[in-house]
């Protein structure tokens, strides 16, 4: 079967992870160390996130093993002999996550997951850890987006083409799934999730065959069931005329499930338009699908503008999410062997300590310690989701990740659901955590500076 | 073996490709068609492209199969009896590639790769041909910028952590090499391509132990060969003292092949701070590494402020080519049945007929039809790298890929290079494309409007 996703694996990795693992199974520091995942900073034009990849960095920690052909691409890359990378083989991932499920939405500064692992193994994952949440995370805050501006209309993603590999595309379909879009052209992510496949025609089709009317004509006999007719390949008017004639033809009385696709030129205009001359030939079932270069901000005008469009298809601007196509995260060491540690690097602090976000209503979240008591009337977000290396539960299926997020969604403040300077949430600090973050902090700066603050 | 990419089939493609094949096959339209792929305009900030992903795109080509499994695939996502995909049963590609090898320069409107072959085929491969084709252009052309940035001092890839997705993780460290890129972090992807693989430490490293003296020390023990230490966890310049007190201990007098990395803060001042340190200690060859968020300007400021930083390590923003995550790419027929075809749609206008590039000195390109004379002093861009649906010869290896781009870029103009405002040459259009351009509008202008232009 074609189309599978890359797997990561033990080499999926930066060097410097085997360099530290080693040194720390040198000096025997195996003890349980607790890493935190988490976005610093949520990018300009940004509410809110969507939780999103956890199922991909679990599949990535049940299958981590370091055998002996990892073992020596390590002693390759390190120019030292195997022998010193004996230390790491048959490392596997026997540690606990906690994370926040999929489809949650989340903010700036709250943990997406901790791993809770021996110091080598936590430190290993570090890398794929990071690539899979933060650019999942990244997709499907892009899509919820555009599934809110387009205000109840359907939304799908066409980006394949333009996704930054195939891979990508594949994730971008199954999140575009995840925050409620209604298909994908992406046959191979249809296939393997399960979503709807939706497709019209490119503008080719029409240029190969001697006329648009020939074209259109053609496409129907060879798809006996709805079809949707691109009409912009020559003069969009004129497409949609011919369209209307050969739906008419085709006898779907009265055009149902059939539309047009309008791919260039004034969307907003040409939707009137087209609808206008659509309704004129009796076809008011007939959609109107818009596409090209569409994201949230193109959507929410045209919706606001009261354009008649049916349908809205979104591809490269989402599939890469083009404003935003990266978060800051982060994935750093909390708790080491009992001790709780933290960075002072400018403008890069961290806080110490295994930690839990409680959820209040109307997304009102605190991030405390794990192991303190909920304040009252909170739901705690992040759960235990793997235990010594294995799930405690199979992978969720994708409506019911898609249920979460519709809930939180609905419990949205208005001010963070906004596409034009979006107002994202603070989630406030548990006291106990404020207290442990002072104390470790006033630890280290005693031991590092002699009591002057760090980086002046 | 892990870290393996993702291997696009046919599967990989719109709904739409395969509703189009369908309707060829059923109309017997398996004439030889002529599809080029080209980008439309450069993104803002790009004054040049670096042709990527051909190796890629030939080995889908190579591997481009309908089977039963694949129909059934289709049959499922067009909601068609699996009988109707029976004509796409056994289909392969048998076409013809002509293409621009990777790693030359190359500008708007040429293009990258002209596929030859019998129109449902070619209209198949259309989404992984564009997917894969575009995404690696972005990024090496993104890369290529830094390693211009850097103005002859080694530039690195850590950019794994937060590219979109695995796979593009490694897609970026093979396209960083190609440009000129001296190392990559990423351990699959160096074993992969054969390409140096480098590292440090990580401020996890530094706050596992009980300080930064007592990190340093560890590392350097379980790393008998030249290390480089984290600096900035708590305080830099502190750090880079400490770095110098452990340096100067292990012996590699002076420290050769040895360094300091700063990874926040001002990367220029620190820099400037950590030499005078370590040039007190004794420690002249050490080098400076710096990171975090570094791309082309940031680069292009530390170079021109005379900043001290021996190594360039680019992660991010580069991996993602942040500023244009995209590129305005096309695949088009240009030819059907040995007739040539073009779209007339608002602003996407394309020209027909079978493609060559002609190259004259300083990068003066040309795009002409395939068949005709060069202009003298020129050399023909695209060459024959597939036929019968067989690669020609073997993928070039790696540093034969570099050569070329380095050629190139000795002949690329001044403005062209430039990292701010850059200007991108503009190629000439030969007599006989124009010719056949304005022949091919006035035919379709009268057959489908009458005499009326296209679009108003």
Known sequence: MSGQLTVPGALTTDLYEVGMALAYLRDGMTGEAVFGLFVRKLPPRRGFLVAAGLESALSYLEGLRVGHTEAAAFAEALHRPVEDLEPLVGLEFTGEVRAVPEGRIVFAGEPLLEVRAPLPQAQLAETSLLNLISHQTAVASKAARCRIAAAGRPVVDFSLRRTQGVEAGLRMARLGALVGFAGTSNVAAATA???????????????????????????????????????????????????????????????????????????????????????????????????GGLDEDAIEAL??????????????????????????SAYKLAVYDGRPVMKLSAGKVTAPGAKQVFRGPGLADTVGLWDEAPPPGTEPLLGTVMSGGHRVAGPAPLPAVRERFEADLAALPEEARRIADPVAPRPAVSGALAELTERVRHRIERRVFGGRAADG
Chains 1, 2 share one sequence.
């Open 193 to 291: 999730y399960g979503i709807p496949a939706v497709g019209t025609m490119a503008h080719s089709f029409v240029e190969a065959y001697e006329d648009e009317e020939a074209a259109f004509r053609a496409f129907a006999r060879a798809h006996p069931g709805p079809v949707t007719f691109l009409v912009d390949t020559y003069d969009t008017e004129e497409g949609v005329a011919t369209a209307a004639r050969v739906l008419r033809d085709l006898g779907h009385v009265p055009g149902t499930g059939c539309g047009v696709r309008l791919d260039s030129g004034d969307l907003g205009d040409l939707a009137v338009r087209a609808r206008r001359i659509l309704d004129a030939a009796g076809l008011g079932e007939v959609r109107i699908v818009a596409s």
């Open 303 to 328: 919706v606001r503008s009261g354009a008649p469009v049916d349908v809205y298809a979104v591809g490269t601007r989402v599939g890469v999410s083009a404003d935003a196509p990266y978060l800051d």
